[in-house]
C-alpha cells in the first residue's frame, strides 16, 4: 500500500553542524507535504511544509527539499543545536484527502 | 500545545477494563483527530471528525470508539482494553477548510494495559 518512510532511524550530528533528515513517500498523488518535531514527553509540532510546485522551502534555520522524480523530500536544520534534538517526522497528504499519512520517525541526537 | 490539552497522561489498566481517553482544545477548531503512536510505526490515524456530527474511521479503528460532545471535546474510548493496545495516544486539532493542513497535537497519554 501507500506508505512514507524514512531512511534513517536514528541521527546523531556535532553541535554546530548541519543536519539532513530523509523520507521516501511512495504515493505519486501526494502534492502536500510536512514536517513535523516531537521532543521528548511532547506532541508532534509543525515545522515547515511544502506544496509539491515547490522544489525548495526555507524557514528559520530549516529547509525542505522536494524531489519528486524520486518521491523523496528533506529537511535540512542548519547550525544544529542542543535543542534541536527530537524525533522528525514526515507526513504526506494530497487534495481531497481527508487526513495525513505519517512516515515513522527519525531520532535526531546532538553531540557536544 | 497548551490549546489542546489530555487527560489522563497517563493511565495503566488490566486486560478487560474499559478505558477513556479526554481531549479539550481552546483553539476554536472543528477538526479531531486520534492517533496512537507506537515504537518504530510513527502515528497511525484512528479517528477523525470534522464536526460534531461527522464521525471517521482511520486506518486501525478496530478496537476503538469515540464520541465528539462539542465542538472543543472529541474522547476516545476502549471498550475492552486488550495489552496490543499499550501505546502513547495522541489527540490534534486542525482548521476546517478545503485541506487538511497544520495540525495542533496535544501532549499524549500514556496508556498501558496489562
Known amino acids: 500500500g501507500e506508505s512514507v518512510g524514512l531512511h534513517l532511524p536514528t541521527l546523531s550530528v556535532q553541535e554546530g553542524d548541519n543536519s539532513i533528515i530523509n523520507c521516501a513517500y511512495s504515493?505519486?498523488?501526494?502534492?502536500?507535504f510536512i514536517w513535523y518535531k516531537q521532543e521528548s514527553g511532547k506532541g508532534p509540532q509543525f515545522i515547515i511544509d511544502?506544496?509539491?510546485?515547490?522544489d525548495k522551502r526555507q524557514g528559520q534555520r530549516v529547509t525542505v527539499l522536494l524531489n519528486k522524480t524520486v518521491k523523496h523530500l528533506s529537511l535540512q536544520i542548519a547550525a544544529t543545536q542542543p535543542g534541536d534534538s527530537a524525533v522528525y517526522f514526515c507526513?504526506?497528504?494530497?487534495?481531497?484527502?481527508?487526513?495525513?499519512?505519517f512516515g515513522q520517525g527519525t531520532r535526531l541526537t546532538i553531540n557536544p | 500545545d497548551a490549546d489542546v490539552t489530555q487527560t489522563p497522561r497517563n493511565r495503566i489498566t488490566k486486560t478487560g477494563k474499559r478505558i477513556m481517553l479526554e481531549c479539550s482544545q481552546t483553539?476554536?477548531?472543528?477538526?479531531m483527530y486520534w492517533y496512537r503512536q507506537d515504537p518504530g510505526l510513527g502515528l497511525r490515524l484512528i479517528y477523525y471528525?470534522?464536526?460534531?456530527?461527522?464521525?471517521n474511521k482511520g486506518e486501525i479503528s478496530d478496537g476503538y470508539s469515540v464520541s465528539r460532545q462539542a465542538q472543543a471535546k472529541f474522547s476516545l474510548s476502549l471498550e475492552s482494553a486488550i495489552p496490543n493496545q499499550t501505546a502513547l495516544y495522541f489527540c490534534?486539532?486542525?482548521?476546517?477548510?478545503?485541506?487538511?493542513?497544520?495540525?495542533?497535537f496535544g501532549p499524549g497519554t500514556r496508556l498501558t494495559v496489562l
Open positions: 490534534a486539532t486542525s482548521e476546517a477548510g478545503g485541506r487538511v493542513n497544520e495540525q495542533f
Open positions: 504515493n505519486s498523488a501526494s502534492d502536500y
Open positions: 511544502i506544496r509539491s510546485n515547490m
Open positions: 507526513a504526506e497528504t494530497y487534495q481531497g484527502a481527508q487526513k495525513l499519512v
Open positions: 483553539k476554536g477548531h472543528d477538526r
Open positions: 471528525s470534522f464536526d460534531v456530527k461527522d464521525i
